[in-house]
């Protein structure tokens, strides 16, 4: 009697069930029809968006410095240096013989003159850039004060650079200066041998033997990272965009910023070659493993923004000129929303307007063909999330009651 009465049970039960949702879907009008069924959704977040030039490079010396010999007023002797060696500014790098000292004296002097006019010079244009520099908008920790804008800061930043490039610049000449006026006083003192010393540092590339101008090239210790691009990578690429390097040697990612961009080729065009032009990155920190000649992967940063919010494509749909993104509202039904797109980047895409931070959006709405404006949403239960624990604090009567309100009720 009692198996009868538990069978009897179970089939009307049953039978409830599917007459309900039969008379659900089967009725004019039915809510169900208009029912959506979302599998994936995601809130909206922020992140960072990088478009990146991908290029094969190789490090090389950042400057060379060239050291040229007058015959006119003197015989070169010998080389103090060789081919290799590490230098310093004012290690002795040759010596010659003057043969008329008086006129050897004037060019010496004359060339003083010159680099102290230029050291002059570029101490004005100091002068007129840390002006400027001072009339910029000056950062303050005051709240009630306007914040510097980005561009002002990137406006220092360059005055600084600068700045600073030529102080480096006015060492430079000063030691030559020093370097002249030694060789001044040895003719003065009646010397006949005098030596020349170099004014940077750097490595000695190169020993003309043959006596030809340049006498000696010297290369910078100071490393950066060339490459070249096609006529259509040029143009995407512009002085101070980010970029990175990485090497076989070093595994480590390196930071760079493009210090220079080529506006004429490296070869001469010519209407059956394709024209390619260098590029210079210096590394922000340099490592002093990649050696001259190493041969890197670097890659340029052509476009970036950052906490931006940020979605995958597949959730962006086309509708003529707009674009649109599905969100499920809090009334249980998905609205669609016009948005303003930005960066696309491997499978995101940036969304600039019209979503809030923590809505949820359809990751495939094409997958969806019912969707439709207002239409009630399902989703399904994420077994993940549900805790046997928490189940135990509900009563029976309670389960059974919202587990029939999830299969009767259609909102």
């Known amino acids: ?29 039915s809510k169900v029809d208009r029912e959506v069924r979302i599998s994936e959704w995601e809130p909206v977040t922020k992140g960072d968006l990088a478009k990146e030039l991908p290029k094969a490079g190789v490090v090389a010396s950042e400057e060379e410095s060239y050291i040229y010999f007058n015959d006119e007023f003197g015989s070169f002797k010998t080389f103090l240096v ?25 060019v010496l002097q004359s060339e003083v003159d010159q680099y102290e006019d230029e050291i002059d010079s570029i101490e004005d ?63 003065e003192s009646y010397e006949t041998t005098l030596t020349v010393q170099s004014s940077v540092d750097g490595t000695i590339k190169d020993l003309s033997h043959t006596i030809d101008n340049p006498l000696i090239t010297i290369a910078s210790q100071a490393t950066i990272v060339t490459t070249d691009l096609t006529e259509k990578e040029i143009i995407t690429v ?13 595994k480590k990612t390196q930071k760079g910023i493009v210090t220079k961009v080529a506006t004429l080729p490296k070869n001469n065009p010519h209407i059956q070659t394709d024209s390619m032009y260098p590029v210079e990155v210096k590394l922000q920190k340099p ?21 931006a ?11 003529g000129a707009h674009k649109y993104i599905w969100v499920l509202t809090e009334k249980g039904t998905v609205e669609k929303l016009k948005v303003e797109t930005g960066l696309a ?27 439709q404006k207002g239409a009630a949403f399902i989703t399904a239960l994420d077994w993940d999330k549900v805790k046997l624990r928490d189940l135990k604090k509900f009563d029976l009567p309670t389960i059974v009651e919202n587990l029939l309100l999830g299969i009767l009720e259609r909102k």
């Open 345 to 371: 980047v491997n499978g995101e895409q940036q969304i600039k307007s019209g979503v809030k931070a923590g809505e949820y959006y359809i990751v495939y709405p094409d997958e969806i063909p019912a969707l």
């Open 125 to 187: 244009n100091i002068s007129d850039l840390k002006r400027l520099e001072s009339s910029l908008p000056s950062s303050s920790t005051d709240e009630k004060e306007i914040p510097i804008d980005a561009s002002a800061l990137q406006s220092e930043y360059d005055l600084k650079k600068e700045i600073a490039a030529k102080e480096l610049e006015i060492d430079r000449l000063e030691s030559q200066i020093d370097n002249l006026e030694r060789q001044i006083s040895d003719i």
């Open 238 to 250: 512009d002085e101070n965009m980010n970029a990175t390097v990485q090497s076989d040697i070093e």
């Open 287 to 307: 490592d002093n493993k990649l050696l001259s000649g190493h041969h890197v992967f670097l890659s340029i940063i052509t476009e970036e923004v950052k906490g």
């Open 1 to 29: 009697m009692h198996k009868r009465t538990i069978f009897n049970t179970i089939l009307t039960v049953s039978l409830l069930f599917i007459g309900a949702n039969t008379f659900l879907i089967e009725k004019a009008n």
């Open 309 to 319: 919010f940020v979605v995958p494509v597949t959730a962006v749909e086309k509708d």
């Open 82 to 106: 060789k081919e290799g060696d590490q230098i310093k500014s004012g290690t002795p790098l040759y010596e010659y013989e003057v043969t008329d000292q008086t006129q050897q004296k004037s």
